[in-house]
C-alpha cells in the first residue's frame, strides 16, 4: 500500500572559506542531479527565505565590530529558523533535493573557530534552534587561504564584511572547516578546490554518488 507521500529529498550543503567555489559547483551539481531526474531547490545562507534575506542584510554589510560575536550568532541563527521552517523543510518534505550555498556549519567555522566563540555554545545554540535536523551531507573546499580570498575579492571588490577580516580570521576559520570534517566524518567530505572548476566537480560528482547512492 502506498502512503502517497513523496520520498523525501536530500540536504546537501557546500561549504568553505571565501571564494571556495561553491557558487560555481552548486550550478555543475544541480544540473548533473536534473539529469537523472531529481528535482532541486538551490538556496543560500545567510538567506534564502524572505525574512533571512532581510537578516542577510545586517551581516554581510557595514562596519566589520558592528556585531559582537555572540549577537552575529544568533542573527545567522535567527535567519536559519525562518529559512529552515519556511523553504527548507517544505522543499525536502515534497520531495525535492535542497543545496545550501553554506549552512550550520559556516556558524561553526567563521563564529565559533574565526571569532573565538567556541564549539560548546555554538552546538549548544544550534540544538535548541534545530533539534535533531542536519544536513545528508556537508561538502567542505578546502583552499588555500590567500588563494580563496583573491578569488573572492576579484569577483566582488571586496566589499563584503567578511572579506574585510584579517587574514587570521580566515586562517582559524579555514582550520575551522577542517576539524568539523574531522569530528563528523559520516556527514562530511573534504574536497581539494584548488584545481580548476572542471576537476573539483569531478570530486564532488564522486562523494555524491558515493555517499547518496545517486
Ligand atoms: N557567514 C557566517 O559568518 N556565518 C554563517 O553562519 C553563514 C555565513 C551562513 C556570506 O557571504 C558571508 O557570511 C560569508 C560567511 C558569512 N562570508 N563572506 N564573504 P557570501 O555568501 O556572499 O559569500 P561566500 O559564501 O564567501 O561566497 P563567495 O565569496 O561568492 O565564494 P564562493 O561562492 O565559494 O565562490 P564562487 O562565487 O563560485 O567563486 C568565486 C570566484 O572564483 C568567481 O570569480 C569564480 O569564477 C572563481 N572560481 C570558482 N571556482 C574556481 C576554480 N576552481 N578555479 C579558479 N577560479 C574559480
Not at 562596519?63 to 523543510?89: C, N, P, S
Not at 581539494?192 to 554518488?209: P, W
Amino acid at each position: 500500500m502506498t502512503t502517497g507521500q513523496p520520498e523525501r529529498g536530500k540536504f546537501i550543503t557546500l561549504e568553505g572559506g571565501e571564494g571556495a567555489g561553491k557558487t560555481t559547483q552548486i550550478k555543475s551539481l544541480k544540473n548533473w542531479l536534473n539529469d537523472r531526474n531529481i528535482d532541486v531547490l538551490t538556496t543560500r545562507e545567510p538567506g534564502g527565505s524572505e525574512g533571512a534575506e532581510q537578516i542577510r542584510d545586517l551581516l554581510v554589510n557595514g562596519d566589520v565590530a558592528r556585531w559582537d560575536a555572540m549577537t552575529e550568532t544568533l542573527l545567522h541563527f535567527a535567519a536559519r529558523r525562518d529559512h529552515v521552517e519556511k523553504v527548507v523543510k517544505p522543499a525536502l518534505e515534497a520531495g525535492k533535493w535542497v543545496i545550501s550555498d553554506r549552512f550550520a556549519d559556516s556558524t561553526m567555522a567563521y563564529q565559533g573557530y574565526g571569532h573565538g566563540l567556541g564549539i560548546d555554545q555554538i552546538q549548544t545554540i544550534y540544538d535548541t534552534i534545530l533539534s535533531s535536523f542536519n544536513t545528508d551531507l556537508t561538502i567542505i573546499l578546502d583552499l588555500e587561504t590567500e588563494v580563496g580570498l583573491s578569488r573572492a575579492i576579484s569577483r566582488s571588490g571586496g566589499e563584503d564584511r567578511y572579506e574585510r577580516m584579517d587574514i587570521e580570521f580566515h586562517q582559524r576559520l579555514r582550520q575551522g572547516f577542517l576539524e568539523i570534517a574531522k569530528n563528523a566524518p559520516d556527514r562530511c567530505c573534504v574536497v581539494d578546490a584548488a584545481g580548476d572548476a572542471d576537476d573539483v566537480f569531478d570530486q564532488i560528482r564522486a562523494v555524491v554518488q558515493d555517499r547518496l547512492k545517486v
